[in-house]
């Protein structure tokens, strides 16, 4: 394929038409021969950062930039709808982890990786955030813990890292009772700090019956804290069984009652995963209720046992997005927080064979958590936002299977990441 490459002077205008006359400067770039998707090669036409058919006849553009895509596909850059980039040990010197056998193990062995690393979390932050760039990702939603052990200095960390990826990646934060809710004291009061002060956007939760034995106690304090502020809801749940279930019926109906349908969101959701043995009257009450209430799922793909079947459940109405979730930290080694290649995970969790099922398990980690987060899906047509990126390849089944480097990487029409690298 040919090489990527810049020119200017191409005119914007059809020979037919005169030059307009006002002087609004504009930001113009054609993309010359790339494959939306894997279609028949085409020109795409950026404007102020929206594609576009055509220039403004106000608008004072004497010459267009032009990038020559050499054939490439392009496609949409993608949403990490949960990751942990507060946690992460990406980048730095290898960690040994230790045994762990229960959600109670792994919540320490946090603790003892934070204090064990010398680089700030703002740095470690940042540096795997821009990883996600140069990969193709245009939005994260991180979970950061707060805790007595961290105080807010882990969302101090994120806030810095979010400040210097400005333009390049969106980056919603939610304050996240890894601890638990009520079985330390202060965590209520540290959340609550989080969101007055806006360090979070969103309050968390976890595992209400299992972790924090307090169901009803849990949720009252995170409904309420959500309820004075006017922000969104993410709670983990790890739980299988009625001790996943009776929550989840419970966040749903909260949900109903205070009108916050579309801003709660149940990470994991193991109850409902694609080998939690629930019968099938069990699955479909469940995801009416889901879909009734508005309440979104998140799903990471870590192995088929805990996978969600995610074309079912938005078969039914429910909005289900794709995430990274831990990235090298105390829980995994494994993690880079590429979406392409989660979306390959995935893939390989539901067993994808057919082109259909490959191009799902690709939508998914573009449009699940763009809609979660609140962004226009990105398809290319007049109007929508130019965040995509250019791959080589034949088809988006293919690339989705081999995971070609991102050679380039678009934001609102601007080149952020060439070649894996922060432009």
Known sequence: MAPLWYTSGATPFPASESRPTMHRPINATVYRDVRPMGAEATDLLVVDGVFTDRV???????????????GRIALPTLVDAHIHADKTAFGEPWYSRHPA????????GDVELYQAQATPVAVRAQRLLSHAVTQGTRAVRTHVDVAPAYGLD???GLAAAREALRGSLDVEIVAFPQHGVRRLPGVTELLEEAVR???????????????????????????GIAERYGVGIDIHMHDAGEEGM???????????ALGLGGRVTISHAFCLSRLA??????FDEATTQLADAGVALTTAALGEASVLPFRELTARGVLVALGSDSVRDAWSPFGNADMLHRAHLLGCCVEARLDEDLDACLALAAHGGAALLGLPAVDFTPGSPADFMLVEGECVPQVVVDLPPRDIVVRAGEIVARAGRLV
């Open 154 to 156: 882990p969302l101090h």
């Open 277 to 282: 043995g629930l019968t099938e009257k069990e």
């Open 56 to 70: 403004p006849r106000s608008a004072a553009a004497e010459v267009l930039q032009v990038v020559d895509g050499g």
């Open 101 to 108: 056998a229960g959600l109670a193990e792994f919540v320490q």
């Open 246 to 256: 009776g929550p989840l019926r419970d966040i749903c109906a909260r949900t109903r």
């Open 197 to 223: 002060t806006g360090l979070a956007d969103i309050i968390g939760g976890l595992d209400p019956a299992g972790f924090d034995d307090d169901q009803q106690g849990q949720l009252d304090a995170v409904f």
